[in-house]
């Protein structure tokens, strides 16, 4: 599967953008599907992840409550909404794919198989 990643762009503190990743096909409605994102100087970190069928959500800590992931199988879409930007999340952000079927949603990128190109988002104070 390929996936193209949309949406970055700048923004103001306290503002909202919304990701949204494309695939290519419907294997996609068979992956976990996953937001990273990688600040300059540091590692690529998770973002939020949802299961195949969307039952499944897990954010990490630095983004609960202020962004949520959401899928459209239906369009192949994986999309994030990002509510009360803040400058520390300005980074290029990626969707990646996991074809392997684990019923939670993995948050080391090792564990997944397919990246879109990234889309930066720069979020100025």
């Known amino acids: 599967v390929q996936l193209q990643a949309s949406g970055g762009g700048l923004v103001q503190a306290g503002g909202s953008l919304t990701l949204t990743c494309t695939a290519s096909?419907?294997?996609?409605?068979?992956?976990?599907m996953a937001w990273f994102r990688q600040a300059p100087g540091k590692e690529r970190e998770f973002v939020a992840g949802?299961?195949?069928?969307?039952?499944?959500?897990s954010y990490a800590d630095a983004v609960k409550g202020r962004f949520t992931v959401s899928r459209d199988n239906a369009d192949y879409t994986v999309t994030l909404q990002m509510n009360s930007l803040k400058p520390e999340d300005t980074a290029v952000y990626y969707c990646?794919?996991?074809?392997?079927?684990?019923?939670?949603?993995?948050?080391?990128?090792?564990?997944?198989?397919?990246w879109g190109q990234g889309t930066l988002v720069t979020v100025s104070s």
């Open positions: 949802i299961t195949w069928a969307g039952g499944g959500r």
């Open positions: 990646a794919a996991d074809s392997e079927f684990r019923g939670v949603v993995a948050v080391t990128d090792d564990d997944y198989d397919y």
């Open positions: 096909d419907r294997t996609f409605s068979r992956y976990a």
